[in-house]
């Protein structure tokens, strides 16, 4: 099964340590080795972006920056055999954040992948 990791933060004014950066590429070399990560990537701010609604039949397009308190900052698309799997990649990523970057703050959201 397919699922998709994305990463919320409210980053501290400081840039992200080398020691975070490090890890987290060790991080992702030791999924891919087994074979569970299929992408990853960051993503620009949302000022960089757009949104598109539908409301009542009327379609809306507002661009960047949005008025969220959180960025969406990244995603992973993992291929693991359960949630429980999926959530202990998640929490060592997040472990990684919690530990090397004092005050960072954010939320994985792991989504199922719907296959047909």
């Excluded at 598109?52 to 039949?57: A, C, L, P, R, Y």
């Amino acid at each position: 099964m397919r699922y998709v990791m994305l990463l919320d933060a409210t980053p501290p004014p400081t840039p992200p340590p080398a020691e975070l950066m490090e890890a987290i590429m060790k991080l992702g070399e030791e999924a891919t080795a087994a074979g569970v990560l299929l992408d990853q990537a960051g993503l620009m701010p949302s000022a960089a972006g757009a949104m598109i609604t539908v409301t009542g039949g009327e379609l809306t397009v507002t661009d960047g920056p949005f008025a969220e308190t959180k960025e969406l900052i990244s995603y992973a698309v993992y291929s693991n055999r359960n949630i429980e799997e999926a959530v202990e990649w998640g929490s060592r990523f997040m472990k990684v954040h919690r530990d090397l970057w004092p005050g960072w703050e954010g939320t994985c959201r792991i989504l199922q992948v719907m296959e047909f």
